[in-house]
């Protein structure tokens, strides 16, 4: 049986060498159509960044998953500086966000399944694209990316997203690659593992996130749960959802109903949540520095933690 591998910017690494993870951030997102959406869209200095990334280090973080894909902002050549600066282990996306991050004339709203597809196995196996916020992607790197990344929003799977995820599916399908896929506040997350498993892309091979953006999405995760896909958790620190308390309730209730192997957690980054941007007091090192202890205090013993720092993350992400 061939060895699974886990692969990063620098290439590959067996899914043991990843050590503590942040499952699902954004490191770089480069000035444009997304900043329009949201200012804190925009994560634009790479010593500040690199700031950022050296208080987690301390705390012991070993890898990160960059969750911006293709052509919406991602810094693939930052993103394998801060590798090779840091010593990170540094996931980077392919794939695509949702329709809103993109101008209307954007080639993610055009091009045909099969070329996306071909686009995304292309990063996938040979390397990423610089380039891509405008025209079709040209500016090839060697440096690959390591996960594909899917969104949809409240038009849920219907309509354009429909040939998305069905690009995305066989990028996953030919490579082994995982899917991380977002979902607006939880809503079609079922919907989204439906769809891939009648692609033929296995439960075991998606991530969902942001389940946990709203409380009464407690039953309906749980629900998800169920599936089998892995879980990502990243409304930790977001408190105009909810307080880490209520997000230590959400996970309890995963932890009872018997999937600590599928919990993931992050922060989901933006240029307001990192400290050397905004010069506030929340940082990426929210996650360890203070909401682990908060989890331990709550009586989730380390053994699970562990499992949702480290050995869950290595199994999510993990080609096939």
Known sequence: MRER???????????????????????????????????????DDFELTMKELAEIQILGVQTIIDAQPVGSGRNARWLTEVAEQSGLNILASTGFHKLS???????????????????????????????GEGDWPSEQLPARAGLIKTATDMQGTAGRYFDLFRAAA????????????????????????????????????????????????????????????????DTIGRFHYHS?????????????????????????????????????????DHLLAHFIPMLKHAGVTEEIIQKMLVSNPAKAFAKR
């Open 244 to 284: 880490d308390e209520e997000e230590i309730e959400l996970i309890h209730r995963l932890l009872d109903a018997g999937h600590e192997d599928q919990i993931l957690l992050s922060l989901d980054t933006t240029r307001k949540r990192m400290k050397f941007y905004d010069g506030g007091s929340f940082g990426m």
């Open 101 to 131: 991050f993109y101008p209307n004339d954007h080639w993610i709203r055009t091009k045909g399944s099969e070329q996306l597809a071909e686009l995304f196995i292309n990063e996938l196996t040979e390397g990423m694209f610089a380039d």
């Open 5 to 43: 591998m886990v692969t990063t910017v620098k290439g590959d690494i067996r899914p043991e060498e990843m050590g503590i993870t942040h499952a699902h951030e954004h490191l770089f997102i480069k000035p444009g159509h997304p900043a329009k959406q949201d200012p804190a869209l925009c994560i």
């Open 170 to 233: 066989k990028a996953a399908l030919t490579t082994g690659s995982p899917i991380m896929s977002h979902t607006e506040l939880g809503y079609h997350a079922l919907e989204q593992v439906a769809l891939y498993e009648s692609l033929g892309v296995p439960a075991e091979q998606l991530i969902i996130c942001h389940l946990d953006r709203k409380m009464e999405n407690a039953d309906y995760m749980l629900h998800v749960a169920s599936t089998g896909v892995f879980l990502e958790l």
